[in-house]
């Protein structure tokens, strides 16, 4: 089950749509990681708490976490 978050500061600018991002990223990882669309869950999460170099508040940032998660483990004498 794949699992993708998007991290950033509080002063990014909103420019980009989630939901538009992600269903374009769950078609394009779909398509080469062997998963199925509907498997991904995703989630937006803007960050008010952070501190970045000196602490100016000019400096941003934008962190996207891709993960995979296999399923469960087969028992013995299972197909």
């Known amino acids: 089950m794949p699992h993708v978050v998007l991290e950033c500061s509080g002063n990014v600018r909103d420019r980009t749509d989630p939901a538009a991002l992600f269903g374009k990223l769950h078609i394009e990882l779909a398509s080469v990681g062997g998963f ?3 498997d991904f869950k995703s989630r937006a999460v803007r960050m008010d708490q ?8 000019e400096q941003s940032f ?11 483990p087969r028992r013995p004498g299972r197909r």
């Not at 934008?62 to 469960?72: A, I, P, W």
């Open 36 to 38: 199925r669309v509907q």
């Open 50 to 57: 952070y501190f970045i170099g000196d602490g100016t508040r």
């Open 62 to 72: 934008v962190n996207l976490d891709v993960r995979t998660f296999g399923g469960s």
